[in-house]
């Protein structure tokens, strides 16, 4: 039997599990919740009810795993403690500071529920954090890089539409190609923030506003600029629809090692990732999780869980069999 | 108290898996077995005892988890079985096809005895499985590329040095750059044997022998080179001693995936491995996974298992309240 999903929350990430659910055959979607109005949405799934949040839990029954696709400042919480007392659970919580807390709440919840709840899944923290984990422990006598970009970060972006004048904005990471280059052939260097990345800032103004005033404030913003290299572009409205309006992203994480009795042979582990989009890799990501907790939950396992703790294999709806048969 | 680790056979990799050893705070050396001499060994860590293969037995309580560095062809398949019905084991069996029934002997065993034998360890099959595993899960509508190299292919090595004349090679597998950079842009071409590497062999021929012949013969080997681009050097015993007495290897495992409702978004995910020493790097995998084993095994999980069902945070020393503050 399909694996019934329910997505909570339809914004990008929502609508990237849609569209995901679609390529796998295994599973189905059961139901979308939302805050908003329910006749006002239009989902792309034909025959698939959509429910206002607060009706959530008159539909456990229906649903295998509840994927939280809120945000992790307000949303997420609040809302995957509380749905982990009902549902297995699946989010994408990325407030790399707060994890640990986050994770003590959802355990404390999904074990006395008997459900199972996986947390920050998506990646990074994700699939970053799995490629750390290998790297450092096949590598124990070694050093760990991460970059990311080129890509879109929102949080800067939301910072420079913060800046007075500004009416739109767009800031892309990216990774300083010298640092990467270095660190790729073996060595170790230390580098500070500056060394690895540079922000480039497009950014559509006021008429009459200052841009150099604007410039100035951009790159002298505490924490998200000031200890970058930042450039800023202005462009116009149109421009910034014409161009800027996907949600690339993408990084590399790197892990550089020695072996031998005398630390003399030298290793490089690469991970990276070129994703067209942040927003649907994401959700990729989550759906293959999504199937992980369905299964632990069916196999009796309950309590909050990391891409850590998830055995590989639980990942894919193929069996332990066409799996060694296959992949190995 | 610290893992005790045996290693069965003392060759290039259970070098390695000394070496790894030292690496690890957690675990310790408790003995080396080989099927020579004991007296004759001299190994590298002090104190460490040196017992023939066949008292292995006598030792069981000594070790916790016994790594077996034999080759696929004809220690392993006997050797993995027979000790996973008194130890817990790891190997690095890497015979593809025939991994479905290593599995099944293994798991008999292994399930008999209450041990755990985890096979197939180390970067293909290995890593590069649970990254074949990883990509194909969250990008289920794409497709997967392997490269093998830049590095020293063993088999391919042995082959050239059976033909007549030959008294030393060293074959290099190199990826095609131009295949490698089509699949890495996003692209998904259907690519044969030939368009996908390039074999490059060091030769040492006997005084007098014929290299027009040596080449030939090479050049057409079925299964080994016929199907591929192969360049041939001779070259001097000082020169293969000097320039080709390091084992590097390392490769590229690539999965390309479409997502959105229309397919209208392309990610590339690329796993990349460079390895100064294929042995120590293999060993030092190993070494992760002998970690898992003893874990798992405490836990009281008994069975082969391949690293396609071991939760990665089985992996490293550290708790999992460490891992997540610290990793994702």
Chains 1, 2 share one sequence.
């Not at 339809?10 to 569209?19: T, V």
């Not at 006598?141 to 970059?147: L, R």
């Not at 410039?215 to 200890?227: S, V």
């Amino acid at each position: 039997m399909a694996i019934r999903v329910g997505i909570m929350g339809y914004g990008n990430l929502g609508r990237g599990i849609e569209a995901a659910i679609r390529q796998n055959g295994d599973m189905t979607l059961a139901a979308v919740f939302t805050r908003r109005a329910p006749e006002s949405l239009t989902i792309r799934t034909e025959g698939v009810p959509v429910y206002h949040a607060d009706d959530a839990l008159l539909h456990k029954d229906e649903i295998d795993v509840l994927i939280l696709c809120g945000g992790s400042a307000t949303d997420l919480p609040v809302q995957t403690p509380l749905y982990a007392a009902h549902f297995n659970v699946v989010d994408s919580f990325d407030t790399h500071a707060a994890i640990p807390a986050h994770f003590a709440k959802v355990d404390e919840a999904a074990r006395a529920s008997g459900h199972v709840g996986i947390i920050s899944v998506g990646w990074d923290p994700g699939m970053f954090s799995l490629n750390r984990l290998y790297g450092s422990a096949i590598l124990p006598d070694g050093a760990d890089y991460t970059f990311w970009g080129k890509g879109v970060s929102q949080g800067h972006s939301d910072a420079v539409r913060r800046v007075e004048g500004v009416l739109d904005a767009r800031q892309y990471t990216v990774p300083v190609e010298s640092a990467l280059s270095a660190v790729r052939s073996g060595e170790t260097p230390v580098l500070t923030a500056r060394e690895k990345h540079t922000r480039v800032c497009f950014v559509v103004a006021e008429e009459g506003a200052d841009k150099a005033r604007i410039e100035r404030e951009i790159k002298t913003m505490p924490n998200y600029f000031a200890d970058y290299d930042t450039t800023v572009y202005f462009i116009t409205a149109e421009e910034m629809k014409r161009d800027h309006s996907g949600m690339p992203h993408g990084g590399v994480v790197i892990r550089s090692g020695k072996t031998g009795f005398d630390g003399e042979h030298r290793h490089v582990i690469e991970y990276s990732l070129k994703l067209d989009s942040n927003p649907e890799f994401t959700s990729s990501v989550l759906v293959a999780y999504a199937r992980a907790a369905a299964r632990m939950h069916k196999e009796g396992q309950a309590g909050a869980k990391t891409v850590l703790d998830v055995p590989p294999a639980y990942l894919s709806a193929k069996s332990g069999e066409e799996l060694r048969a296959s992949l190995l």
